[in-house]
């Protein structure tokens, strides 16, 4: 898709993702309804080999719905992973620079697609995490505390962080792999990309509760666990936050991206849909080729937004269809203007 910044071709990709994962990945439920209308509605025909279905996300002031086949899907754990969906946005290089927060939604994000019983676990866990921070608040005004119901609560906490921290090290673990190999593609270099996990609690989750339990009566909240795990990127066994450059950031995030790819092929048994918005800001023109090449490989279907294609070779543009968007827009034409 090919347009001037401003002319709507990032709305399309979060539409695809909203459809897919209920969110968006840069808007809030209510920014997703445009103004003074009732509700917003995204709707589309997925075809997978032979089959076919029409999948649709509603979103309103009292919630969402989600739709397949005109059959409402009641609970959102059953609709979420029908629609698997990868996405590199500008927002991206926060992977690598941001908080802690944003690393552990990209766990949850795609996790959460791919194994129903992380997407469980983590819910339940969410739930134990919440109920366990409202006893701690509830000593802070009281001083007193249900040591019962805490220690019911930790067994449960437990239960479920146990299988988050291993299917988290499990993700990372595969993940690096499939990164490294597209980083030493992307870069025509033997570079070591790698990721690792940080999990905040140690593998006697029960012993460390108990042992910071005074600390977290004091703080009024749960100090150690899932909700406070991190992973971070390493390039040559070095920090890429610290130590590596803007442009190595860049191609190590979309190395993970394209990992995912295949990581969700291998899960699933289905090519997830891949989204790249902006994706070849500063990326050299050999690099933009070698990444088209990349994807025709993956054959995984890959909606690319940008302003040009001026360095994009025709060869590799023969199986693609293009777009021209403009003031909201979306208009298929023939590819020209590439050079060989």
């Known amino acids: ?26 808007s809030d439920d209510d920014d997703l309804i445009h103004y003074e209308d009732e509700f917003a509605k995204i709707t589309a025909t997925i075809v997978v080999g032979q089959r076919e279905r029409v999948q649709s996300i509603i979103i309103s002031e009292i919630g969402k719905k989600a739709i397949v086949n005109q059959t409402e899907i009641k609970r959102l754990s059953d609709y979420i992973g029908l629609l698997n969906i990868v996405a590199f946005t500008p927002d991206s290089m926060n992977l690598i620079k941001g908080s802690p927060l944003g690393r552990r939604y990209f766990l949850d ?108 009566l004091h703080q009024a909240m749960t100090l150690m666990g899932p909700h406070r795990d991190d992973f971070e990127f390493y390039l040559n066994e070095k920090n890429a936050k610290d130590f590596a450059s803007q442009g190595e950031q860049r191609l190590a995030i979309l190395s993970i991206t394209l990992g995912l790819v295949d990581y969700l092929s291998e899960i699933t048994g289905e090519i997830p849909i891949l989204l790249l918005d902006d994706v070849f800001s500063e990326l050299d023109s050999q690099k933009q080729n070698y990444l088209i090449r990349r994807l025709i490989e993956s054959g995984a279907q890959t909606i690319i937004t940008t302003t040009t294609l001026s360095d994009i070779m025709s060869a590799n543009l023969v199986r693609a269809k293009r777009y021209t968007v403009a003031k909201g827009t979306i208009k298929e034409e023939q590819p020209s203007g590439q050079h060989d």
């Open 1 to 26: 898709m090919v347009g001037n910044n401003g002319v709507g071709k990032t709305n399309f990709l979060e539409a695809i993702y909203v459809l897919g994962l209920a969110k968006s990945y840069k």
């Open 109 to 216: 994000v795609f996790l959460g697609q791919s194994d129903r019983a992380y997407f469980l676990a983590l819910s339940a866990f969410k739930q134990v995490l919440k109920q366990r921070n409202e006893l701690l608040k509830q000593y802070g005004v009281s001083h007193k505390i249900d040591e019962t119901l805490l220690d019911v609560l930790d067994q449960q906490f437990a239960q479920y962080a146990q299988i988050i921290i291993h299917k988290r090290q499990a993700f990372i673990d595969n993940v690096k792999e499939k990164a490294t190999t597209v980083f030493q593609q992307l870069t025509n270099s033997d570079s070591l990309l790698t990721l690792k996990y940080l999990p905040s609690i140690g593998n006697d989750i029960i012993a460390v509760l108990q042992s910071k339990r005074k600390s977290d």
